[in-house]
Protein backbone atom coordinates (compact mmCIF):
# COMPACT_ATOMS: atom_id res chain seq x y z
CA UNK A 1 0.00 0.00 0.00
CA UNK A 2 1.05 3.54 -0.88
CA UNK A 3 0.26 6.74 0.69
CA UNK A 4 -2.21 8.59 -1.80
CA UNK A 5 -2.21 12.23 -1.91
CA UNK A 6 -4.13 14.21 -3.73
CA UNK A 7 -4.31 18.54 -5.39
CA UNK A 8 -6.98 18.92 -7.86
CA UNK A 9 -4.94 22.34 -9.58
CA UNK A 10 -2.58 20.23 -11.15
CA UNK A 11 -3.77 16.71 -11.37
CA UNK A 12 -6.99 15.08 -10.61
CA UNK A 13 -5.24 11.87 -10.35
CA UNK A 14 -3.47 10.85 -6.78
CA UNK A 15 -0.14 10.69 -6.25
CA UNK A 16 0.44 6.96 -4.92
CA UNK A 17 4.30 7.45 -2.98
CA UNK A 18 5.79 5.96 -0.05
CA UNK A 19 9.33 5.99 2.09
CA UNK A 20 9.69 2.73 4.11
CA UNK A 21 13.04 0.83 5.16
CA UNK A 22 15.16 3.53 3.28
CA UNK A 23 13.46 3.50 -0.07
CA UNK A 24 10.92 5.85 -1.81
CA UNK A 25 9.04 4.69 -4.84
CA UNK A 26 6.22 6.50 -7.37
CA UNK A 27 3.61 4.17 -8.28
CA UNK A 28 1.97 6.96 -9.46
CA UNK A 29 5.04 7.99 -11.74
CA UNK A 30 5.69 7.01 -15.53
CA UNK A 31 7.24 4.01 -15.13
CA UNK A 32 7.28 3.69 -11.51
CA UNK A 33 10.27 3.62 -10.02
CA UNK A 34 11.90 2.84 -6.17
CA UNK A 35 15.11 4.62 -5.11
CA UNK A 36 17.15 4.77 -1.84
CA UNK A 37 16.73 7.84 0.31
CA UNK A 38 20.02 7.76 1.20
CA UNK A 39 21.20 11.06 -0.46
CA UNK A 40 23.06 9.75 -3.22
CA UNK A 41 22.68 10.06 -6.81
CA UNK A 42 20.30 7.51 -8.34
CA UNK A 43 19.86 7.03 -11.94
CA UNK A 44 15.34 7.71 -12.81
CA UNK A 45 13.90 7.71 -16.06
CA UNK A 46 10.74 9.50 -15.40
CA UNK A 47 11.54 12.74 -17.45
CA UNK A 48 13.53 14.33 -20.14
CA UNK A 49 14.63 17.21 -18.09
CA UNK A 50 16.61 14.94 -15.23
CA UNK A 51 18.09 11.36 -14.97
CA UNK A 52 19.22 11.02 -11.65
CA UNK A 53 17.73 12.03 -7.97
CA UNK A 54 19.32 12.34 -4.84
CA UNK A 55 16.53 12.09 -1.94
CA UNK A 56 17.20 12.72 1.54
CA UNK A 57 15.26 12.24 4.45
CA UNK A 58 15.93 15.36 6.91
CA UNK A 59 13.74 14.42 9.37
CA UNK A 60 10.08 12.48 10.14
CA UNK A 61 8.26 14.49 8.05
CA UNK A 62 10.74 16.11 5.43
CA UNK A 63 12.73 15.06 2.18
CA UNK A 64 15.09 17.12 0.37
CA UNK A 65 15.68 15.78 -3.51
CA UNK A 66 18.30 17.03 -5.54
CA UNK A 67 17.53 16.61 -9.91
CA UNK A 68 20.79 16.44 -11.80
CA UNK A 69 20.89 16.25 -15.36
CA UNK A 70 24.38 15.01 -16.75
CA UNK A 71 26.05 15.21 -13.62
CA UNK A 72 24.83 19.20 -13.06
CA UNK A 73 22.07 19.92 -10.89
CA UNK A 74 18.97 20.75 -12.42
CA UNK A 75 16.55 21.26 -9.68
CA UNK A 76 15.92 20.92 -5.62
CA UNK A 77 12.46 19.72 -4.42
CA UNK A 78 11.05 20.31 -0.34
CA UNK A 79 8.57 18.04 0.75
CA UNK A 80 6.97 18.02 4.16
CA UNK A 81 3.83 16.91 5.45
CA UNK A 82 1.60 18.80 8.24
CA UNK A 83 2.10 17.69 11.71
CA UNK A 84 -1.55 16.39 11.61
CA UNK A 85 -0.46 14.26 8.76
CA UNK A 86 -3.17 15.50 6.45
CA UNK A 87 -1.21 18.27 3.77
CA UNK A 88 1.18 17.39 1.69
CA UNK A 89 3.43 20.17 0.93
CA UNK A 90 6.22 20.81 -2.34
CA UNK A 91 8.46 23.58 -2.96
CA UNK A 92 10.49 23.45 -6.70
CA UNK A 93 13.06 25.25 -8.14
CA UNK A 94 13.89 24.14 -11.70
CA UNK A 95 16.20 25.26 -14.36
CA UNK A 96 14.59 23.40 -17.86
CA UNK A 97 18.02 23.25 -19.67
CA UNK A 98 21.53 24.94 -18.76
CA UNK A 99 21.66 28.23 -18.92
CA UNK A 100 18.71 28.97 -18.65
CA UNK A 101 16.67 30.71 -15.83
CA UNK A 102 15.12 29.42 -12.76
CA UNK A 103 11.63 29.02 -12.43
CA UNK A 104 10.10 27.94 -8.52
CA UNK A 105 6.89 27.39 -7.49
CA UNK A 106 5.00 25.02 -4.54
CA UNK A 107 1.68 23.16 -4.34
CA UNK A 108 0.06 21.41 -1.59
CA UNK A 109 -1.96 18.22 -1.23
CA UNK A 110 -4.69 16.20 0.38
CA UNK A 111 -3.87 12.55 1.78
CA UNK A 112 -6.62 10.33 0.79
CA UNK A 113 -5.14 7.34 2.42
CA UNK A 114 -1.71 6.57 4.73
CA UNK A 115 1.03 4.18 3.81
CA UNK A 116 1.88 0.43 5.08
CA UNK A 117 2.34 0.85 8.88
CA UNK A 118 5.83 2.20 9.71
CA UNK A 119 6.92 4.12 6.22
CA UNK A 120 7.54 7.91 6.57
CA UNK A 121 4.96 10.63 6.65
CA UNK A 122 5.33 11.31 2.98
Known amino acids: MHARWVDQKYTPKPI ?3 L ?3 ENSCRSCTPPYTIK ?15 TEN ?9 SRI ?4 GEQ ?16 LEYS ?8 TYSGSYTATRLSSGPEGSHAI
Open 67 to 70: DKKD
Open 94 to 101: RISAPGAP
Open 55 to 63: ITIVDQRTL
Open 16 to 18: EIV
Open 37 to 51: ADGKDHKVSVSPYFD
Open 20 to 22: KDG
Open 74 to 89: VGTVKTWVSEDGKTLH
